[in-house]
C-alpha cells in the first residue's frame, strides 16, 4: 500500500506549468512545511515535502492555494532517478496528490469537494430531519 496523508503550510505560491499537446495539462508544484512530532531544545522542526498536483486538482492549487495556507492532502509517494551530467545517481521523492483541502478552517475559499461555506465559515450538513442526529 501506498498512502500519504499530510498536513502542513504552503512554503510559497505553487509553481504551475501547462505540459504542451492538444489538451494541455496543469502541473502544480508546491512543498508543505510539515510540523514534526518531536522538539529539539524546545524548538519547532519541520520536514519540506515536495507535492505535485496534476490536472484539475493542479488548478485548483493554483487558484486557491497561497503561501503560509495550512492544507492537507492525500496521495501516494513516487520516487524518481536519473543521472545528473557528471554520471552520479541523482533521487527525487516527491508526493503525487491525489486528493487535497483547506485546513485553516476559516471558509475563505470553496472546499476542495466543490461545497458553498455559509458566512460563519462552516459547510452545510445535509439534513433529513428524522432524528437530528449527525450523519456520521
Known amino acids: 500500500m501506498n498512502k ?3 498536513m502542513g503550510r ?3 505560491d505553487p509553481e504551475v506549468r501547462y ?12 512543498t508543505l512545511a510539515v510540523d ?10 519541520a520536514d519540506f515535502i515536495g507535492c505535485v498536483a ?21 496521495g501516494r509517494l ?7 551530467q557528471e554520471g552520479k ?3 527525487k521523492t516527491e508526493v503525487i496528490v491525489e486528493e487535497q483541502y483547506f485546513a485553516d ?16 465559515g462552516f459547510y452545510p450538513v445535509d439534513d433529513d430531519g428524522e432524528d437530528g442526529d449527525l450523519p456520521f
Not at 514534526?36 to 522542526?45: D, L
Not at 470553496?110 to 460563519?120: D, R, V
Open 4 to 6: 500519504v496523508i499530510l
Open 10 to 12: 504552503l512554503m510559497r
Open 19 to 30: 505540459s504542451q499537446g492538444t489538451e494541455p495539462l496543469a502541473v502544480a508544484r508546491y
Open 36 to 45: 514534526r512530532p518531536m522538539k529539539k531544545n524546545g524548538e519547532k522542526e
Open 54 to 74: 496534476f490536472g484539475k486538482r493542479g488548478k485548483f492549487a493554483e487558484k486557491y492555494f497561497k503561501k503560509g495556507k495550512r492544507v492537507s492532502i492525500v
Open 78 to 84: 513516487q520516487v524518481s532517478s536519473w543521472e545528473d
Open 89 to 91: 545517481k541523482r533521487y
Open 105 to 120: 478552517g476559516n471558509g475563505a475559499a470553496p472546499a476542495a469537494a466543490g461545497q458553498a461555506a455559509s458566512a460563519e
